[in-house]
């Protein structure tokens, strides 16, 4: 499962306003290759399901995760900062060996 922060989800909440999205409109995490650590994070807004989907809601906030990524995303956390030291969305994944130090790719 993938969880949402309060701070990202006042942030979803406030970009999908922004975006003119719908409520209903969830957010879809995955991983793909590439980054100086070899996967990276993907997310964007989504509105459908697609097979072989896994969708969570935490938060209040739909997370649509594709079965692939979901491997590398178990326990995650999407969390949002907009302190001195970086501002965006963060995922804190307990799967990850390596960060780079970005923190938008990843190893395990």
């Known amino acids: 499962m993938v969880t949402v922060t309060e701070q ?7 970009l999908k306003q922004k975006e003119g999205k719908s ?3 969830g957010i879809r995490v995955a991983v793909e290759g590439g980054g100086c650590s070899g996967l ?3 997310l964007e807004f989504d509105t459908e399901e697609r097979e072989n989907d896994q969708v969570f809601v935490d938060n209040g906030v739909k997370v649509f995760v594709d079965k ?3 491997l590398y995303l178990i326990g995650t956390q999407l969390d949002f900062s907009d302190g001195l030291n970086g ?4 995922f804190k994944n307990p799967n990850a060996s390596r960060t780079c130090g970005c923190g938008e790719s990843f190893s395990v």
């Open 40 to 42: 990276m994070y993907d």
């Open 8 to 14: 990202a989800k006042n942030k979803i909440a406030e």
């Open 87 to 90: 501002k965006g969305f963060q």
């Open 23 to 25: 409520e209903m409109d």
């Open 68 to 70: 692939k990524s979901l």
